[in-house]
């Protein structure tokens, strides 16, 4: 009895540690986050934080960046569920694990866009200004009249938050690095952290533990693990009810519950010439894109994982990555063991190259088929449509899940 008493004591301890998100530091070394005097290591027995010693600066988790929703990670099941309409079968089902991560919880918009072009514009080359400047031009066509977007869509107030399209994948990944760049200042500088005038082309120390990791594109399987969303379809432990064909339950594209009922989860193309609807009774309210917190947001809380605009993630398109992939966390920078030589693309016999990156997600001209996560196409990634944007993400740094 005595036995079970300790052993039941020691799980009760145990417990107690892992609900608190961080394991106690026995010995001299003290808790390892802490910064009180006195605290030494466990290793060399000298105290943190003396005058000309190791500096432990205080850790109390990773800093929340603006706009993002922790995404937790697991083993999913990644691949199309849909009918391979293109025949292409580059999406095969396979499991993976992907890590927790970060994800912007909207499309990036035409202010936060603006706002880049004003700081750029202020400290940058009058080269590197104009190669931000998006193509407003890709609204543009022959035989239609898309004039007022192309002159308003970027800077008119009414569509501020509307998202960013004209932006090709190397604008959206300049993008990424000047947010990380400017983040991390605000919170250096938040933290009481003195920063030299040169900061801004240097990176503010990872060791303070007040900055974030770099912001970026999310891999293809951080997206489609993201748009799936299939935390809200467990049942008791492990136990997964269904998979998703879009980023909600269901086969059917309108909301089937409350005041909402009948209204699209998305903005999509129902169908040949129809974008919104007839007037009265619009179907999904947008005859191009809308509002970044338009429709319900999925199960992560992420708006618009489906519609409204397709987008950019980091990956190089290859039809057989499914099989190439790792399953850990799996991400195709390059050819590698699939080189591009091997389709012929300098005579025209193939698209594909190591510039040709992978884009996720229906838009609002795609019909419902490309809304499905496990849809995939690509694109040059010096190419800018007027249905491509882009959101940000970021790895969860400090943790093993």
């Known amino acids: 009895m005595k036995k079970f008493v300790v052993y039941a004591f020691s799980l009760a301890i145990l417990f107690l540690m892992d609900s608190c998100g961080k394991l106690p530091f026995f010995g001299k070394g003290g808790n390892p986050t802490s910064t009180t005097p006195g605290v030494a290591s466990s290793a060399t027995g000298l105290e943190y934080n003396e005058d000309g010693g190791f500096q432990v600066n205080d850790f109390q988790g990773q800093p929340e960046g603006p706009n993002l929703v922790f995404i937790e990670g697991g083993r999913a099941i990644l691949g199309s569920f849909e009918e391979d309409l293109m025949s292409r079968r580059d999406n095969i089902e396979r499991t993976v694990t992907v890590a927790s991560f970060y994800m912007d919880e909207t499309e ?19 080269q590197f200004y104009e190669s931000a400047l998006p193509d407003t031009t890709v609204w543009a066509r022959d035989l239609a009249f898309n004039d007022p977007y192309v002159d308003h869509y970027l800077r008119y107030p009414g569509f501020r938050f509307f998202p960013i399209v004209g932006v090709n994948w190397r604008q959206a990944e300049d993008y990424c690095k000047w947010r990380t760049v400017v983040v991390n200042q605000k919170l250096a500088e938040d933290a009481g952290l003195e920063l030299s005038a040169e900061s801004g082309n240097q990176r503010i120390a990872l060791e303070t533990g007040v900055v974030l990791p770099d912001y970026r594109l999310p891999t293809e399987a951080e997206w489609e693990y993201a748009a799936q969303a299939l935390i809200g379809t467990q049942w008791l432990d492990e136990q997964q009810t269904h998979a998703r064909i879009y980023p909600w339950d269901g086969h059917a594209l309108r909301n089937p519950y409350g005041k ?31 509002y970044i917190y338009d429709y319900p947001p999925n199960e992560f809380n992420l708006y618009n994982m489906a519609g409204n605009v397709s987008e950019w993630v980091h990956d190089v398109y290859r039809p057989l990555s499914f099989q190439d992939f790792d399953d850990l966390n799996p991400v195709r920078r390059d050819g590698y063991l699939d080189p591009e030589d091997g389709y012929d693309a300098g005579s025209y016999n193939s698209l594909i190259t190591d510039r040709v990156r992978v884009y996720k997600g229906g838009s609002w001209k795609d019909v419902a088929y490309w809304m499905s996560p496990g849809t995939r196409r690509y694109l040059e990634e010096d190419s800018a449509t007027a249905d491509i944007g882009f959101r940000c993400a970021m790895i969860r740094a400090g943790t093993n899940y």
């Open 260 to 290: 909402k009922m009948g209204y699209f989860l998305a903005n999509f193309k129902r169908g040949r010439g129809d974008y919104a609807g007839i007037a009265g009774k619009l179907n999904d309210g947008a005859m191009i894109t809308t």
């Open 108 to 126: 990036v918009a035409n202010i936060h866009w603006l706002e880049y072009l004003y700081y750029v514009k202020q400290d940058s080359s009058r």
